[in-house]
C-alpha cells in the first residue's frame, strides 16, 4: 500500500493506493467521511461493473443513494450537472451529505463540482476507476465544460480522500490507459527528468508493467502533483505547468468534438507541438524524436487530421483560460523537468501545428 499526503492552504488529506481495497471501500469512506447519506455518482460503463459491488460494502444501515451519468466527455455538462443537483435535493441530502465520484476524470469533474456548489459545498470522496483519474481526483480542481471549451465553470474543491484499488485498472481498455498514461509521462516533462527517463525506459508496453510497478508508477506521479499543489494551490504560479501539452490538447478536444479523442490522447499531440516549440524558442535540444517514436509505439497517434483548420484551432487555444488580454499563452520547456509559461508568437505555433498534419 502506498499513502500520499495531499497538504494545501485549505485542507490536508491522503491518497491511499491499495490492491483489494476495493472489497472495503465502502467502509473505507465511512472511516473517512463519516455521514448517514451518500451519493454515488458514476457512469454508465462503471455501474455496469462495479457499481453494486461498491454499494455492498458499506454498513447495512447506511443510506446509500446512486446517480448513473452516461459515459464520456459529453456528460460534463450543464445538463448533468443540473440533473444530479436536481436529484441530490429532492432526496434530501444535506450539508452533512457526502458525494463520491466513482469513476474516471469525466465523473470526478462532475461529481465533484456538485459537491464544491451544492449547498455551498458538501463534502465528497474521489474513487478513481482510471489511470487518467490519479491526475484528476488530486488537487480539487473540479469543473464542467461549455460546448466552446473544456473546462470553463468550475471551482477548486478538494476531497476529503482518495481511495485507488488499482485493480480497477485491469478492465480499462488500451485507448483509456495511454490517456492516463500521458498525463503521467507529463508530470515527468515538467517537474522530474529521472521519472520521464525510468518511464521512458521501462514502459515499452502495458504489458510490460507488473501490477506492482503500476502501483509504483501511480504513486511517484501522484507525490509529483501533491508537491506542485501543496505549493500552489489555486494556480498562480507553478501549478499551470501541470498543463504543458493542455493548450493545443483541449483546443483540439472541442474542435474534433468532444469524445472523437481521448484527454489523454488529444493532450499528448499537445505535448508533441509543444514540445517543438519549446526547442524554436529555447534552443535546447529536446528528445522530441524519441518520444515521438516511443510513444507511437505505444499506440498513440501525434499527427492531427490532415483537413483540420489550423487558424480555428489558433482561435480556440487563443480562448484558453491560461490566456492574456487575448495573448496565446503556453508552458514551454528549456529542458526535461525544467518548466516555463509564457506568451508565445501564434505564427510559431501555427508553423508547428501545420507541420503536425498527416500527410495526404
Not at 447506511?62 to 448533468?80: C, D
Not at 456548489?117 to 463534502?123: A, E, F, P, S, V
Not at 501490477?211 to 505549493?231: H, W
Request: hydrophobic letters at 45%.
Amino acid at each position: 500500500m502506498y499513502t500520499v499526503d495531499v497538504k494545501t492552504t485549505t485542507k490536508t488529506y491522503q491518497v491511499d493506493i491499495a490492491q483489494h481495497m476495493f472489497n472495503q471501500m465502502g467502509k473505507n469512506i465511512e472511516t473517512y467521511a463519516p455521514a448517514t447519506t451518500y451519493l454515488i455518482v458514476t457512469d454508465t460503463e462503471v455501474a455496469k461493473r462495479y457499481l453494486q459491488t461498491l454499494k455492498d460494502t458499506f454498513s447495512p444501515e447506511t443510506r446509500v443513494l446512486t446517480f448513473v451519468v452516461p459515459a464520456g466527455e459529453q456528460s460534463k455538462s450543464f445538463a448533468q450537472y443540473e440533473a444530479i443537483l436536481t436529484y441530490a435535493f429532492s432526496n434530501q441530502l444535506d450539508r452533512a451529505s457526502v458525494i463520491v465520484a466513482f469513476g474516471g476524470g469525466v465523473v470526478g469533474d462532475l461529481a465533484g463540482f456538485v459537491a464544491g456548489t451544492y449547498m455551498r459545498g458538501i463534502r465528497f470522496v474521489q474513487v478513481p476507476t482510471t489511470l487518467l483519474a490519479h491526475d484528476a481526483s488530486v488537487g480539487g480542481k473540479v469543473a464542467i465544460n461549455l460546448p466552446t471549451g473544456k473546462n470553463i465553470v468550475g471551482v477548486f474543491h478538494q476531497p476529503e480522500a482518495v481511495l485507488f484499488d488499482p485493480g480497477l485498472l485491469r478492465s480499462l481498455p488500451d485507448k483509456e490507459w495511454r490517456s492516463g498514461f500521458a498525463e503521467i509521462v507529463k508530470l515527468g516533462f515538467i517537474a522530474d527528468r529521472d521519472f520521464y527517463n525510468r518511464l521512458s525506459a521501462c514502459v515499452t508496453a502495458r504489458v510490460s508493467l507488473s501490477e506492482a510497478a503500476q502501483m509504483e508508477m501511480i504513486a511517484s506521479a501522484i507525490r509529483i502533483k501533491a508537491a506542485i499543489v501543496a505549493e500552489d494551490e489555486r494556480e498562480h504560479g507553478i501549478r499551470a505547468y501541470l498543463n504543458f501539452g493542455h493548450t493545443v490538447g483541449h483546443a483540439l478536444e472541442a474542435e474534433l468534438g468532444y469524445g472523437v479523442l481521448t484527454h489523454g490522447e488529444a493532450v499528448a499531440v499537445g505535448m508533441r507541438i509543444a514540445l517543438s516549440v519549446s526547442e524554436e524558442l529555447g534552443g535546447g535540444q529536446l528528445p522530441i524524436g524519441s518520444f515521438t517514436s516511443w510513444f507511437t509505439k505505444l499506440g498513440y497517434d501525434l499527427t492531427l487530421p490532415a483537413d483540420i483548420d489550423v487558424d480555428r484551432l489558433l482561435q480556440r487555444m487563443h480562448a484558453d483560460k491560461k490566456a492574456t488580454e487575448g495573448h496565446l499563452v503556453m508552458v514551454l520547456l528549456s529542458a526535461v523537468g525544467e518548466a516555463y509559461i509564457t506568451e508565445v508568437d501564434p505564427t510559431v505555433v501555427r508553423k508547428h501545428i501545420a507541420a503536425a498534419r498527416k500527410e495526404v
